[in-house]
Each structure stands twice: as structure tokens, then as C-alpha cells.
């Protein structure tokens, strides 16, 4: 996938401003995936000079005009016809993966904090996406029913949810291997 895809899903959620889409890749779509906000701004304005988007100038009061995008007709027709290419599954690069199996060549307890560290960061996303669900999409203040784009976010949300909570049972497994191994020496 290619960052101009995943500019204009997020476009055609909503049209935004530069700045106002990289906040989105911040909070939401940059969890599946990442962007600069430099990298952001660079493929605008390609897709722009490439008629994939549109921009148009918007006054605002105590600040510089901003420039809204939203997806023009080529791009759609872009998005069209990436949405309807064949996936390949994607091969998994995973650092941490390889320092536990190296830990068998040092101290397997070494590694203990950083695996630590690594699943507080998880849970923490855990906890990020739950509250965003809650916010969306189950809690009192969400739209009943959902709408088809509604409904599609939510199931991606679900698929991060999944994932997060495989991880920390994953990490929970390798803290404690490393701790009995550590044990051994």
C-alpha cells in the first residue's frame, strides 16, 4: 500500500487540512499506517499536481488561510482500482522476536525489562483503542445504528483490539519464559 491510499481513505472519512490529517494519522489510521507529517504534506501536494485531490482555500480568523483537501475524481478512481488488486501476505519483521531467541546465547532474564517495557507500550494502545471504541462506536454517545463507513472502521478497530490483546498474551508468555529460564543459570 502506498501512503497515497491510505490519504485518501482518510480524506474520503473526511476532507482536512494538511495539519488537520496529520493529526488523523496521529490518533487513528496511523496505528495500521505511519507517516511523517513532512512525508504527509510531500504526497499532497504530488497528489494534487497529480488531480488525485482538490484544495481549496479556506479563511480563517486570526490565522493564515488554510488549504482543505478532499479527493477528486482521479482519485477515487485510484483508490477504485487499488481496492480491487490482489493482497500478498505480508512477511513479518519482528526485533523483538529475534532478541528472545538470541536471549538462549546470553542472559534470558536481560531481556525481562525491556520485554516489559515493550508490552506497557502495548497496553497502552489496548487501552487507547478501547476508550476510542467505547467513544465511537459502544458507548452511550454512539450512533445507532452505525453506517456503512461506520460499520468498516469499527471492524478495523476490533481487528487493532484483536491484535493488541494477542500481543499481551504473547508477551505474558515470553516474560515468563524469560524469568524460568533466568532462573536456570
Known amino acids: 500500500m502506498a501512503l497515497e491510499h491510505a ?3 482518510s480524506l474520503l472519512e473526511q476532507p482536512g487540512s494538511g495539519y488537520e490529517l496529520a493529526r488523523r494519522f496521529d490518533r ?3 496505528y495500521f499506517w505511519t507517516a511523517t507529517h513532512q512525508q504527509i504534506y510531500r504526497v499532497l501536494k504530488r497528489m494534487e499536481s497529480d488531480a488525485w485531490i482538490e484544495a481549496r482555500e479556506v ?3 486570526d490565522r493564515p488561510d488554510k488549504k482543505e483537501y478532499s479527493v477528486a475524481a482521479l482519485g477515487r478512481a485510484a483508490l477504485s482500482g487499488w481496492l480491487h488488486e490482489p ?3 505480508e512477511s513479518v519483521r519482528h526485533e523483538l522476536a529475534v532478541k528472545i531467541r ?3 546465547f546470553d542472559d534470558p532474564a536481560a531481556l525481562i525489562r525491556e520485554v516489559r517495557r ?3 507500550a502495548h497496553a497502552e494502545r489496548l487501552a487507547h483503542y478501547l476508550a476510542g ?3 465511537d462506536f459502544t458507548g452511550p454517545e454512539a450512533p445507532a445504528p452505525l453506517d456503512d463507513r461506520q460499520e468498516l472502521q469499527h471492524v478495523v478497530l476490533r481487528g487493532g483490539i484483536a491484535y493488541e490483546q494477542m500481543t499481551l498474551a504473547w508477551l505474558d508468555d515470553v516474560i515468563d519464559t524469560l524469568e524460568r529460564l533466568g532462573a536456570r543459570r
Open 133 to 135: 471504541e467505547r467513544r
Open 118 to 120: 515493550y508490552r506497557q
Open 87 to 89: 493482497i500478498e501476505p
Open 59 to 61: 479563511a480563517q480568523q
Open 28 to 30: 487513528s489510521i496511523g
Open 7 to 9: 490519504i485518501l481513505v
Open 102 to 104: 538470541g536471549a538462549a
